[in-house]
């Protein structure tokens, strides 16, 4: 294993060496001044973009060179390289709520290093919807099946008791759907939520939700860029089969000191900012910002709550941070961080949480080659506690269980700017350690402890990418990621009989146990991924695009609920549990509308086709949690998700937004399940229309300090699984599926309505306060949508039933037989709300 990690690296290292080199062979003379190559006169124009305001890397922005045709878009840390021939250009850079600049340069001799402040649009934009970086982009970027949201555009969505959220905005994207309120994390195109690679500033997160997914982790306002990627993924990612949510946070104000904040009805935050190490002419070499967040529907309730209630706890909190120092032009630094918890019950409750941190260097080598190297360590863990709050009185009779899952990785990710070409490669190494599961029980003073040994496992990773430009309407983007696994000792390793067909097992059948040293290999897993992305455009305003992917998947959450929970168990693959992998093709037509010298309307449609191996399921009664052979209780089958997703935005004008419908169905198919036939996935949801409605009123009139907003979401119920029969067993009716159907049912569709204003406060000559009011109602005509369908037996009546004719009587009889189906809702009433939001 080590010897794989130190090969990887070396050719890692060794590529990057070599590829500076040939560009500094190429840029440099005898007398160490940059100049173009005989016969191949380029040089770089090169530089950073950044918000004039606070100093922010804008993520995205175009800079297009008018008179070559040509351009490039700012990277993740909003750097851009373009090489041309020796002359005079103008440069346009260009971004959404900027004012555009137009930049003459000349290229004589040398290399030139341009950085660029973008001032924010004097007025306030109407365009604050889903957009990506460029007015046309949707149209002439490479990238497919990628959304990319502003954070104004999410802070003016309706949302949930008026708190900005995330997740739930990414929910309102095509391809994207959750099995119903209150259920953590997201699905995308049919995948499961442990198939989204959530990754916050580089570094991934395990649950990204709070109080069991009404929220999420992220905190709006320490926020900079969210980007969802469903696929043509690149080779730079690695890891998930379904998607890649990437949140970047903000890097802090460099400019001068700011403060942010809210205070809502369940929970409050704060956010400061403020440059640092600032010189003698006014720049700062760095910057840092700092946000939290608490809810206090636990304080607000204590006085009403009674009997077992009573002292309750329900709340969560999270603290957000980063900073970036600059060291010199070529190198600068950045550490982020987030902790955060959540607690929920009274004598009796769950406690779960994330902490992640980054540390990332940024590297210039010249104009035309730039790494990233990251370093980032994440935690999760997560525990249930009978005596939550430890009173005296429980010290002796008690139940705590936890569990745990931990990551170290290092990255180094390079880019290589060359004509019509941009090359990436790097690579990655994630060490991670698993706490399956450790409980501890005391009765009457005696302590028991029921431990599962502990599971270790590396993942490496190389990759190679490459972005061209073949012609003026041909662009490719094409790459190759091969992965190695490895499931690590010290442990042991079970083998299970697997002469008993699937649908006969009732428990799992040991049949070898071995033990394994720390170091020791218990199983390799190594799979190449190939990449591939095409772009042709048919004119100025459309295109078609295609794109292939295969991603690896090596660790697992398992879970047999209808929604997951934080008391899911995370495991690696092993011995028993195969890595999932999918295979995806997508196929796309875009278009502009234009009304004059706008795009006021985007149009897409794409359709996709996933094949997914090794997905896994249970057998009956499976025993999920503290179970040493957990693995003899799995199952492993295929599946398949395809679809089409319709998108329709409009840009300007006083009303926009956007209208997203998909049509998309997943199935499983699993030998001793369903009789062996496919059936629908519980992430299967036929039909989901999304619509989002923006309205801004303008500057002038009565309404010129208010602006409003509207969603209705619509989709097709979740598959279930109902009984098909019934029998009685001393009075009691049991359900029961006679045929073993999985999710033969559906429970009825979802619909809800959000509606919000936002009414700015007043701007006073000389004061430097920004605040707004931001009522919202949720759910408006109080729909009671099905979270799930129960069934039980109905209570007892009493009848009277005639007796024989010769006694001439009635006697009295209870009826116990009768079934009945229940509806759970979450939310079954309109929940109206209000929040005070400032910045100073």
Not at 102 to 114: A, G, V
Not at 146 to 158: A, E, G, S
Not at 323 to 334: F, G, L, Q, S
Not at 716 to 738: I, K
Request: proline share 4%.
């Amino acid at each position: 294993m080590i010897s794989i990690f130190r090969t990887a690296w070396v050719l890692i290292l060794g590529l990057a060496c070599l590829t500076q080199s040939v560009v500094l062979a190429q840029s440099t003379g005898q007398n160490g001044l940059s100049r173009p190559p005989a016969g191949a006169a380029q040089f770089t124009v090169s530089g950073y973009v950044k918000d004039a305001k606070n100093g922010e890397g804008l993520i995205g922005v175009s800079v297009f060179v008018k008179e070559a045709g040509t351009g490039a878009v700012t990277n993740n840390y909003g750097y851009y390289a373009i090489s041309l021939p020796p002359g005079s250009y103008n440069l346009v850079v260009s971004f959404v709520g900027f004012q555009k600049q137009t930049i003459p340069i000349t290229l004589t001799t040398e290399n030139l290093r341009k950085d660029v402040e973008l001032s924010e649009e004097g007025r306030e934009l109407q365009e604050v919807t889903v957009k990506a970086e460029r007015e046309e982009d949707n149209v002439r970027a490479i990238e497919m099946s990628v959304n990319k949201i502003d954070v104004r555009t999410i802070q003016r969505v309706p949302a949930l008791l008026g708190e900005v959220d995330v997740v739930r905005a990414i929910q309102l994207l095509p391809g994207v759907t959750t099995v119903g309120e209150g259920a953590t994390g997201f699905n995308v195109r049919g995948g499961n939520i442990d198939q989204n690679l959530v990754l916050l500033d580089e570094a991934p997160v395990y649950n990204s939700s709070h109080l069991f997914g009404f929220f999420s982790v992220f905190n709006p306002d320490a926020v900079k860029d969210v980007k969802l990627i469903k696929g043509g993924i690149p080779s730079l990612y690695g890891g998930r089969i379904s998607s890649i949510l990437d949140v970047r946070l903000k890097e802090g104000n460099a400019k001068k000191p700011e403060v942010n904040g809210g205070i809502g009805l369940i929970f409050s935050r704060l956010s400061y900012e403020r440059p640092l190490f600032k010189k003698a002419d006014g720049t700062a070499r760095g910057s840092f910002i700092v946000a939290g967040r608490r809810s206090y529907a636990d304080v607000l309730a204590q006085p009403f709550l009674t009997g077992d209630l009573k002292g309750s706890s329900f709340y969560f909190y999270d603290l957000t941070a980063k900073a970036n120092y600059r060291i010199n032009d070529k190198n600068t630094v950045y550490l982020s961080g987030y902790l955060g918890r959540d607690v929920f019950g009274s004598d009796f409750g769950f406690n779960w949480g994330n902490a992640t941190t980054s540390l990332r260097w940024n590297h210039v080598f010249n104009q035309k080659l730039f790494l990233n190297t990251t370093a980032f360590y994440s935690n999760y863990d997560y525990m249930l506690d009978s005596d939550l709050k430890r009173k005296e009185e429980n010290k002796n009779d008690y139940f705590r269980w936890k569990s745990r899952i931990i990551n170290y990785s290092i990255k180094p990710d390079f880019t290589l700017f060359l004509r019509n070409n941009t090359l990436t490669f790097g690579g990655q190494s994630i060490v991670y350690d698993f706490e399956p599961g450790t409980a501890t029980g005391a009765s009457l003073g005696s302590i028991r402890t029921f431990s599962l040994e502990n599971k270790y496992a590396i993942e490496n990773a190389l990759y190679v990418g490459n972005e061209q430009q073949v012609s003026a309407r041909l662009q490719l983007q094409y790459g190759l990621r091969y992965s190695l696994f490895s499931y690590l000792g010290p442990g042991e390793a079970y083998s299970f009989q697997t002469d008993v067909p699937p649908g006969e097992r009732r428990f799992p059948i040991l049949s070898q146990t071995r033990t394994y040293k720390r170091g020791d290999v218990i199983k390799n897993y190594g799979n190449w991924e190939p990449r591939f992305s095409a772009k042709y455009e048919l004119n100025e305003n459309s295109s078609l695009k295609l794109s292939y992917n295969r991603l690896a998947q090596y660790i697992h959450l398992v879970s047999n609920t209808t929604a997951s929970t934080p008391l899911d168990v995370w495991t690696p693959s092993t011995n028993n549990i195969r890595p999932q992998v999918a295979d995806q093709v997508a196929g796309g037509y875009f278009r502009n509308l234009k009304d004059g010298r706008n795009n006021t309307y985007e149009v897409s449609v794409e359709v996709y086709y996933k094949w997914l191996q090794n997905q896994l399921d249970y057998i009956d009664g499976a025993d999920l949690l503290l179970n040493k052979y957990l693995e003899g209780d799995l199952l492993s089958g295929r599946g398949r998700a395809y679809g089409a997703e319709f998108y329709v935005k409009k840009n300007t004008g006083l009303i926009n937004g956007w209208v997203s419908y998909t049509l998309g169905k997943t199935d499983r198919l699993v030998d001793g399940i369903n009789g062996g036939n496919w059936f629908a996935s519980r992430f299967d949801r036929r039909h989901t229309l999304n619509t989002v409605a923006l309205i801004d009123p303008g500057s002038t009139g009565r309404l010129k300090r208010w602006n409003f907003s509207a969603t209705f979401a619509l989709s097709s119920g979740t598959p279930a699984t109902f009984p098909t029969t019934r029998f009685e067993y001393q009075g009691y009716v049991v359900p029961h599926n006679a045929d073993n159907l999985r999710n033969n049912y559906r429970i009825p569709v979802y619909h809800r309505l959000d509606l919000a204003a936002t009414l700015k406060g007043r701007q006073r000559t000389g004061k430097r306060k920004d605040d707004n009011w931001v009522f919202s109602v949720y759910n408006v005509y109080a729909r009671k949508n099905p979270f799930s369908v129960f069934f039980q037996q109905e209570p007892a009546t009493t009848i009277d039933v005639p007796r024989s004719p010769e006694l001439g009587d009635t006697r009295r009889l209870q009826v116990t037989n009768n079934t009945q189906a229940v509806r759970y809702s979450v939310f079954a009433t309109a929940i109206p709300s209000v929040t005070y939001n400032f910045k100073f």
